[in-house]
């Protein structure tokens, strides 16, 4: 496609199809969002694609390598672990718990956010002042800190790890709700509504929500792959899911003591937490620039 | 500006002290007793139960405990550690040097190469240039860097044997520790062979932690070079006929500058949340380890002073960025 065509057409559109015109444009941007689609596809239908269970040890074909390698085992084309259990199949479930945990602990955290930050920028004051130095104390603490001393308090397991990452992710959504609804009620839409009646929540889902979810997406998406990220270095530190579950960073860690004698134990499950993370990054990077005004279109 | 900076000083005392009070919920908030975690398995008699709890100030009620420790904080008293019996502040001080050594290098490291690669990629818009760093920076943004110091091992320790694999130096060598800096101390007991052990011992650690840091500093300097390549005053430069690297470097790099210092200082928290994956895996003895360590045993004054310490340096290098910031930001210098 022509650039002339697009920015001569993207002014009949609508803002969403504005933004997927901009979005589809962008190959990057598309190739992060055909990544994240395959591994949620695997991730549902994990039971139809794994060529075994990710809790059987095959105990005869211990450390096989993966299918490159010499002495690969024909059926474990990834290879399998210390416990002779085949690596494709642990992936392909881990995947199950990084993307399922990845969309709760941003959904809580988009929620709530979106909910404490509404309530500071539309009745400020003290209340507003309050939040906002509460946040500030939250990002005082480096993340995964913070989710460490929550874990530690809560106990190691996958749901305190996943709550533990909410909590850190939520000051940002809290921050920009508050922003963006400051600068949209001063607008004359929200006065015409608010004439008409329109208070409170009302007010917040049907007429601000609508004009401030640019900047929430693209929080969303990044908050994404920062889930992931930190729920496998929980995972990793042994503060997140514990084995035998196939989380991926857990995987990583108990693996840990074979990188010497069977490295792809350790390479592989790495390079899914990679590919996840990237692939967001670059959707989350293609959504900014998609959704931001102030870009020129194309 | 005065009225600015005093604003942006005064916000810091609330902010250090709801820290100081949500330190001090942890440990109420912690599963199980504290008398009785304390004393272990042996557990203890309900006389010298009474007497331990009169001793930790328990029995009082929560606002006279919190303003105790609020007092006890404020003069630098942050408890002793349940299992060593050290004030929490030594164990600190004696192993932050390790953490601030390996953090500074790390940083240096990643500034001396994100600036001038930013800036090429900038200038090369478009470019195969400008798209491999683009890449690699977007690559080095979205990684584990738990797995990336485990690769590095595995090629550089363990596939071609340079790298030593764990801590600060090699046991052979014993050097009298004065400024805790490892580079330094060597080299005030003048002894070569330990620095280029230390240097060594640096190398993998340094990259593993700077890689964060890189990846954002590279893609701020990018677009703030791109942002200030448009400006008119670059045209104006270009039309006076100054060579290129005159117009890149003494015009356009100066103003580009200034929002990625305000990046560099915002890496504090990144680099503290690096440091504790970064010298978990290198058995790094900084405060990243310390605590992780306080975790799992459950030392819990060592995990409330820890991160009292650490949110503190992280408000105290944020705050300073944000004076630096309004000092060299000359647009900002004229708002009230």
């Known amino acids: 496609m022509s650039k002339a065509d697009t920015s001569t057409e993207i002014y009949d559109l609508t803002p969403w199809q504005e933004t997927w015109v901009k979005f589809r444009t962008n190959r990057i941007a598309a190739l992060g969002l055909l990544v994240l689609l395959i591994l949620i596809i695997s991730a549902i239908f994990a039971p139809l694609l794994v060529t075994h269970d990710p809790h059987e040890q095959f105990t005869d074909i211990l450390l096989a390598p993966p299918f490159w390698a010499d002495g690969s ?185 074979f990188i010497e004698v069977a490295p792809w134990t350790v390479t592989l499950p790495g390079l899914a937490i990679l590919i996840t993370v990237l692939a967001s990054n670059l959707l989350g990077d293609g959504l900014r620039d998609a959704l931001d005004p102030r870009i020129d279109p194309l | 500006m005065p009225q600015h900076l005093l604003h942006r000083l005064l916000l810091v005392i609330p902010t250090f002290f709801g820290i100081v009070a949500l330190t001090f919920l942890l440990i109420r908030l912690a599963p199980g007793d504290p008398i009785l975690l304390i004393a272990g398995e042996h557990g203890v008699s309900a006389e010298r139960y009474a007497e331990l709890q009169q001793q930790f100030g328990f029995d009082q009620p929560l606002f006279i405990q919190f303003a105790d420790y609020l007092w006890q904080v404020l003069n630098g008293n942050l408890g002793r550690s349940v299992v060593t019996q050290t004030p929490v502040l030594e164990e600190f001080s004696n192993l932050f040097p390790a953490t601030l050594e390996l953090a500074l290098i790390a940083i240096i490291l990643a500034v001396l190469i994100a600036i001038p690669a930013g800036v090429l990629a900038a200038v090369k818009r478009n470019t195969i240039i400008d798209h491999s ?41 014993d050097i009298e520790s004065v400024t805790g800096f490892m580079l330094i101390d060597t080299l005030i007991a003048g002894d070569k062979d330990a620095f280029f052990d230390a240097v060594h011992h640096l190398i993998l650690p340094a990259i593993v932690l700077a890689t964060i840091p890189l990846a954002v500093i590279t893609r701020m300097t990018r677009s703030a070079m791109l942002e200030v390549l448009k400006q008119d005053y670059i045209r104006t430069a270009r039309a006076k006929g100054l060579s290129e690297f005159s117009v890149i470097f003494k015009h356009a790099l100066r103003n580009a500058l200034i929002p990625v210092i305000t990046v560099i200082g915002l890496q504090t928290s990144i680099l503290m949340t690096g440091a504790i994956l970064t010298e978990t895996i290198f058995s790094w003895p900084g405060i990243g380890k310390w605590l992780l360590e306080a975790v799992y045993r459950r030392d819990y004054p060592v995990v409330q002073g820890g991160v009292l310490l650490i949110a503190g340096l992280v408000i105290l290098v944020n705050t300073v960025v944000d004076l630096l910031y309004v000092l060299i930001n000359p647009s900002l210098r004229q708002q009230k």
Not at chain 1, 111 to 132: C, D, N, Q, S
């Open chain 1, 73 to 257: 085992q024909s059926g474990f084309f990834l290879g399998t672990d210390d416990l002779g259990r085949d690596m494709f199949s642990r992936l392909i479930y881990g995947a199950r718990y990084s993307l399922f945990l990845g969309f709760a602990i941003v959904s809580l955290a988009l929620f709530f956010g979106v909910a404490i930050g509404a309530i500071a920028g539309m009745k400020r004051g003290l209340l507003e002042t309050v939040i906002l130095r509460l946040m500030d104390i939250m990002l005082a603490i480096p993340a995964i800190l913070l989710a460490i001393v929550i874990v530690a308090l809560l106990g190691a397991s996958l749901m305190n790890a996943a709550m533990a990452v909410s909590i850190v992710l939520l000051p940002h959504f809290v921050r920009i709700t508050r922003a963006a609804v400051i600068t949209e009620m001063n607008k004359d839409y929200v006065l015409s509504a608010k004439l008409d009646g329109s208070r409170g929540w009302k007010l917040l889902f049907q007429t601000l929500l609508p004009n401030i979810s640019a900047p929430l997406i693209v929080q969303s998406t990044l908050s994404f792959s920062n889930a992931i990220l930190d729920i496998a270095a929980l995972g990793f530190l042994g503060l997140g899911a514990q084995p035998p579950t196939p989380e991926w960073g857990t995987l990583l860690s108990s693996s840990r003591e």
């Open chain 2, 133 to 173: 760093i683009t890449a690699v920076s977007l690559v080095g943004y979205s990684m584990p860097i738990f797995w990336w110091a485990l690769l590095l091992i595995l090629l550089f320790s363990v596939n071609l044997g340079w790298m030593p694999v764990a801590g600060r130096l090699n046991f052979i060598y």
